[in-house]
C-alpha cells in the first residue's frame, strides 16, 4: 500500500528534525508519498499567512500529517496556527503517551502514563476583550459535546491499548458548573467501560501526585488548559521535551507533532534532538496501520538511548541530528 502523507516541515529546527523523521521512516519500509506544504512563521513571506489554504486542503485530502513545531510571528495580528489547526481539522483530542526511558535519566522509574487533553475549546477559544480599559476578559468554553467526545475517545482508547486506570482532572469545586459538567459527562462515559477503575481527582492534587509518584497513574483526562500544563508537566517526568511525541487526532483527521517548540535558540546548529518528533511519527504510523514499523523505530530508539553512545546535548551527549538519525538508521 502506497500511503499519501502530508508533511509541515516547520519553524527553527523543525525544518531539522523532520528531515531526521522522514529518514527513519523510510528506511524502515513504509512506501510513503510526502505532500511538503508550508506553514508557520515560514511561510508569511511566500504566501502572506502562516496557515495557507494548500495546508489545510492538503491534510483534508490525506486525512493525516506530520508536522514539526510552527513559530506563532508574537503580535501583527497572526492568530496560533497550532490552535487554528486544531480547530478547523476538528482535531479534539491531545494524546500524548509519557514514559521512562531506559538510557534517560530523570528521578523517577516506570513512568507510563498518557494525557489526554481537550483541544478545541477551554481558554484557547480565541475569546478574549477588553471591556474597560485595564480589564481583560479571556472566556473559558466548556460544552458537553467537547467533553463526551474526548472521554468517548480516551476511553475507547484505552480499551483497546489494555490501560486499566483513568483519573479525571477537575476543578469542580471553584468551577462548578464547567468542571461539574466535565465530570458528569465523563462518568456517564465511563459507566459503559466497568472493568476500566475510573476516579476523580483535582488538578492541585494531580500536580502534587505527579511529582511524588507519578507511577501510581495510568490514563489521564482533562480540559484545554489543565492539560496543557500537566502534559509539559508529564514531559518533564521522563527527559523533557526532546524525547516526549504527541498527537493531535479527530473523527476525520490526525496531526502528528512534538511536544516542543522551533527552539530558535539551537536552530541551524545542528543539535536539536530528532526523537520526539520521530516518536510522533511511530504514533503516525500506528494510526495507519503500520504497527510493525512504528515498533521497529520505538525499539531502535529504546537501544539507542539505552547504549547512551550517541547523544545529542539536551541528553548530555555531543551528537548531532545527523549522527543520532544515522544510529537509529542502524538500529532498525
Ligand atoms: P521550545 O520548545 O522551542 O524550546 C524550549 C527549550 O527546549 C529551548 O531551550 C530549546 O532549545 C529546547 N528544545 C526544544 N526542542 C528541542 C529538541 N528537539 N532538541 C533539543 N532541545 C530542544 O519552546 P519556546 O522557546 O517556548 O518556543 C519557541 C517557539 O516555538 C515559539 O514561537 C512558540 O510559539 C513555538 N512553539 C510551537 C509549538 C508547536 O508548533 N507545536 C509548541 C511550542 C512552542
Ligand atoms: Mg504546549
Known amino acids: 500500500m502506497k500511503y499519501g502523507i502530508t508533511l509541515i516541515p516547520g519553524d527553527g529546527i523543525g525544518t531539522e528534525v523532520s528531515e531526521a523523521a522522514v529518514r527513519i521512516v523510510e528506511a524502515c519500509g513504509p512506501d510513503i508519498e510526502w505532500d511538503r506544504v508550508d506553514a508557520g ?27 514539526g513545531p510552527l513559530t506563532t510571528p508574537v503580535g501583527k495580528g497572526f492568530v496560533s496556527v497550532n490552535v487554528t489547526l486544531r480547530k478547523k481539522l476538528e482535531l479534539y483530542v ?12 530523570t528521578p523517577y522509574e516506570d513512568v507510563d502514563l498518557v494525557v489526554f487533553r481537550e483541544n478545541t475549546e477551554g481558554l484557547y ?19 458537553e459535546h467537547a467533553a463526551r467526545r474526548l472521554t468517548r475517545f480516551a476511553y475507547d482508547w484505552s480499551r483497546f491499548e489494555g490501560r486499566r486506570k483513568v483519573h479525571l482532572v477537575h476543578n469542580a469545586s471553584d468551577f462548578k458548573l464547567a468542571d461539574g459538567q466535565f465530570l458528569e459527562v465523563a462518568h456517564q462515559v465511563a459507566s459503559d467501560y466497568p472493568y476500566i477503575e475510573t476516579r476523580d481527582i483535582l488538578m492541585t492534587q494531580a500536580c ?30 521522563v527527559g523533557g521535551l526532546g524525547v516526549v511525541p504527541g498527537a493531535n487526532i479527530g473523527d476525520r483527521y490526525a496531526v502528528f507533532e512534538a511536544v ?11 543539535v536539536a534532538n530528532p526523537i520526539a518528533l520521530t516518536r510522533s511519527a511511530a504514533l503516525m504510523l500506528k494510526h495507519i496501520g503500520e504497527r510493525d514499523a512504528a515498533r521497529r523505530i520505538e525499539r531502535s530508539i529504546g537501544r539507542l538511548l539505552e547504549r ?24 532498525l
Open 41 to 67: 512563521a515560514g511561510a508569511v513571506d511566500k504566501h502572506g499567512t502562516t496557515l495557507p489554504e494548500e495546508v489545510l486542503a492538503s491534510i483534508r485530502e490525506r486525512r493525516v500529517a506530520l508536522k
Open 94 to 105: 491531545s494524546l500524548r503517551p509519557v514514559n521512562t526511558l531506559a538510557g534517560v535519566k
Open 125 to 143: 477559544s480565541g475569546l478574549e476583550h477588553e471591556p474597560v480599559d485595564g480589564v481583560v476578559e479571556t472566556l473559558r468554553v466548556s460544552s
Open 208 to 237: 502534587m501526585q505527579l511529582a511524588k509518584a507519578p507511577e501510581g497513574f495510568d490514563v489521564l483526562i482533562m480540559e484545554n488548559l489543565f492539560g496543557d500544563i500537566m502534559s509539559d508537566l508529564c514531559a518533564g517526568l
Open 260 to 270: 516542543h517548540g522551533s527552539a530558535p535558540d539551537i536552530a541551524g546548529k545542528g
Open 308 to 331: 547512551g553512545e550517541t547523544l545529542t546535548p539536551d541528553l548530555g551527549g555531543s551528537a548531532s541530528t545527523s549522527q543520532v538519525t544515522d544510529a537509529i538508521i542502524r538500529e
